[in-house]
């Protein structure tokens, strides 16, 4: 939360006390020489835009090696007993998650863009410095006629700061989650120790560190699996007026596995009938007023085709076939366009909210994994929580099959929908106003009930999970981990024993 001006103007003094006192300590420990102790604003928040911390000092790092040196210092020395670090990535998240106030943080920007082709065993790989952004990757890979398999939405964001959330998207159900085509990794502990890890080297901190948000090292590389790049892709967007029928045909179509791609968004409003394709196809939109409304709800299930320009007729056999089974009493549009431009799309509405100041405002974002059996009571429940909100930012709902996410589901269903609520707050609606907090109270009541144990129908919740949660502290979090919890603290002792890295996730008290 933003603090009051004289809690503002104390943290301040705090800084300036603990720049001090790192100065000076640093004579007695080794602390890298690039810390600065002049925080610039954008570090002080994120996406978001509802939490602000400023921490006492950056690190740039030059290489793993500072990181290191500064972890180790930390860990090893009892005058750092209060001091947490955290990693920034793209600073993408949007509670705080990359926030260390009052501690380190570590501008993973800074760290060189190493971006490597590495051949082995038959398939190709490419070696990403954690502070990569994904873009940087994919252009560096397009040059080689490869590409990863596994995306997020939007790329400007870094290889590391994904790969501690999951990273996800239209390619999840086909190619895994991003944390799924890893194969390696150097990753700095929070004792500061350098640890190169695997599926057969130290593969308790592989598998840890991979969703592990943050909690257990700090990448600084990753190996990631290629494929070759197809340059062309069909862009196919279906509509539905009836959510029965759009679940059913994202269902299908993701059981006949005949897309690389597939997305579902929930849309309100007359639906455009003549329009540019830009139009059609964005998703944050431009942005009236328009009311979640059940009469004016559509629903378009968005999905893509790969192609070789030398093998059109094979695209078009696909693209055939996926519409037969999907395209009865709908509408259908479809784009041709390159692999880059369609991969990279959130990238120019990027660019014209930025244009028209709609970019860099509060972003009361939720994210959820919510059962099958429970997609329509969590519609009805969206659309009843939010019906006189405006919508600004689109609202995604699309399925997976539980079988290629997630081992074993607690729920026992082996298809869930991922539900991202992606709104963007008025400009004025900054954090302290009436406006904001409604907004972020519609999601604390929709996640309340969407999470809490038991079906809708027996009065108790939907068994869903949150993606990327804001949680209060350790028992909510032990709530979310259920089973998997006791697994997590052990790797915590383990790696961080101190409890000193990514405090913003807030899961573990820092200790002394
Ligand atoms: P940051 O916000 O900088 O950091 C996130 C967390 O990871 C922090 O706890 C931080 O300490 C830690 N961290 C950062 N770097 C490292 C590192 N190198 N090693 C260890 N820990 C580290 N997510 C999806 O899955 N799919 C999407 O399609 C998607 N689309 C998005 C679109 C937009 C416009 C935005 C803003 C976010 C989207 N996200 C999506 C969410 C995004 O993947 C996460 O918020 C991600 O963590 C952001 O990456 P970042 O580099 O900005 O990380």
């Not at 939490?51 to 009892?78: E, F, Q």
């Not at 599926?199 to 700090?218: C, K, M, T």
């Not at 942005?287 to 559509?298: G, I, L, M, N, S």
Request: glycine share 8%; with cysteine.
């Amino acid at each position: 939360m933003r603090l009051s001006p004289i809690l503002e103007l104390s943290a301040a003094l705090l800084s300036i006390l603990l720049a001090f006192f790192f100065r000076s300590s640093n004579i007695f420990f080794k602390l890298p020489a690039n810390l600065s102790f002049q925080v610039p604003v954008n570090l002080t928040s994120d996406y978001g835009r509802i939490i602000h911390g400023a921490p006492a000092a950056v690190l740039r790092p030059s290489s793993p090696v500072d990181i290191s040196l500064l972890l180790k210092s930390i860990y090893s020395s009892p005058l750092y007993d209060e001091v947490t670090v955290a990693a920034r990535g793209a600073g993408h998240s949007t509670h705080g998650q990359a926030l260390a106030p009052g501690g380190f943080v570590v501008d993973m920007r800074s760290l060189p863009l190493s971006i490597t082709i590495v051949d082995g065993d038959g398939t190709s790989y490419v070696d990403a410095a954690g502070g990569a952004l994904w873009i940087d990757v994919l252009n560096e890979t397009l040059r080689h006629g490869l590409s990863p398999r596994s995306w997020t939405d939007y790329l400007y964001l870094t290889v590391g700061g994904t790969l501690s959330v999951g990273g996800i998207s239209g390619q999840t159900f086909k190619q895994g989650p991003q944390i799924s085509n890893v194969v390696e990794m150097d990753v700095v502990t929070g004792k500061g120790e350098i640890v190169e890890c695997s599926e057969r080297e130290n593969s308790d901190l592989f598998h840890g560190v991979l969703g592990g948000l943050g909690q257990l090292g700090i990448i600084t590389r990753a190996r990631i699996k290629l494929r070759p790049a197809p340059p062309m892709v069909a862009w196919i967007r279906v509509k539905h007026h009836d959510f029965e029928q759009f679940t059913r045909h994202g269902e299908l179509v993701v059981n006949a596995g005949e897309v690389d791609y597939l997305e579902g968004f929930i849309k309100f409003g007359d639906a455009p009938h003549s329009h540019q394709p830009e139009d059609a196809f964005s998703r944050f939109g431009a942005e009236r007023c328009v009311k979640p409304r059940q009469p004016t709800a559509y629903y378009l299930l968005e999905m893509a085709i790969y192609y070789d320009d030398d093998d059109v007729s094979d695209a078009a056999r696909k693209r055939a076939k996926v519409l037969a089974r999907v395209s009865s009493m709908t509408s259908v549009e479809i784009l041709e366009v390159s692999y880059l431009d369609f991969l990279n799309r959130v990238r120019e509405e990027e660019l014209s909210l930025r244009r028209v100041g709609l970019w860099n405002v509060p972003h009361p974002w939720m994210n959820l994994f919510v059962p099958r059996s429970q997609i329509r009571s969590f519609h009805d429940l969206l659309l009843r929580t939010m019906s006189d909100s405006c919508i600004n930012g689109p609202i995604l709902v699309w399925n997976l099959n539980t079988s290629i996410v997630v081992p074993q589901d607690e729920a026992g269903e082996d298809v869930f929908y991922v539900v991202g609520v992606l709104r963007a707050a008025p400009p004025t609606c900054t954090v302290g106003t009436s406006c904001l907090d409604r907004l972020m109270q519609q999601n604390e009541r929709m996640i309340r009930m969407a999470t809490a144990r038991g079906s809708s129908q027996d009065g108790g919740g939907m068994g869903a999970k949150q993606y990327m949660p804001y949680l209060e502290g350790e028992e909510e979090w032990r709530e979310h981990f259920g089973p998997k919890w006791k697994r997590f603290e052990e790797l915590k002792a383990k790696f961080d024993p101190l409890n000193v890295l990514a405090p913003g996730q807030r899961i573990f008290k820092r200790k002394k």
